[in-house]
């Protein structure tokens, strides 16, 4: 088993805490994995994506020309990486940023979730990266049957602010509840 990803945005939009948090909550499990961040010329603004790949045997390749999950969280970043999952794979759209799409490639299935707008319900665009990672964790339960070891790993991480606990509980459940209804 090997599941190759990479999420595609802007600085600012919680790509990089989205990619570590999958990676560390692979190596706590014992699996393989690599992280490979990629930015842009500016951090905040400017593009920043990241590549993560989980397996069950060691991996030659961390970076993948065909992933068999993208999140793209803007406009160029769609434009840009729309071609690059492979038949049978994911591509995450957030919907709220990018309103308008083409079909995918063949064999790819497409899923609009607004997360921008999940955080604007929440009141606080600050918590993207909670609700990204409830929303592509519902994708990985072939590989993490138990979704809350990623809210927990987050959690943890949170555990020196604890004004931001709640709000991330809820922003993990809103980015869960809504890849599920658009799931469907």
Not at 92 to 117: A, I
């Amino acid at each position: 088993m090997e599941k190759s990803m990479y999420f595609a945005g802007v600085g600012g939009q919680g790509l990089q805490v989205l990619g570590k948090t999958i990676a560390e909550v692979a190596n706590e499990k014992g699996m393989y994995v690599t992280y490979s961040p990629k930015y842009g010329t500016s951090k905040r603004g400017g593009l920043t994506s990241c590549f993560v790949t989980i397996s069950d045997e060691p991996i030659g390749n961390p970076r993948k020309r065909k992933q068999d999950l993208l999140l793209v969280m803007e406009p160029k970043a769609y434009q840009q990486f729309r071609h690059d999952v492979k038949p049978g794979g994911v591509m995450v759209v957030n919907s709220t940023l990018v309103p308008e799409t083409e079909e995918p490639d063949e064999g790819v299935r497409m899923v609009k979730v607004p997360l921008h707008g999940v955080c604007a319900e929440l009141g606080n665009t600050k918590v993207i990266s909670s609700v990204a990672l409830g929303a592509v964790v519902e994708l990985l339960t072939d590989i993490f049957p138990e979704k809350e070891d990623f809210r927990e790993f987050m959690l943890r991480q949170l555990s020196k602010r604890p004004d931001l606990l709640e709000l991330n509980k809820k922003a993990f459940e809103a980015g869960n509840n809504a890849m599920l209804e658009n799931l469907k």
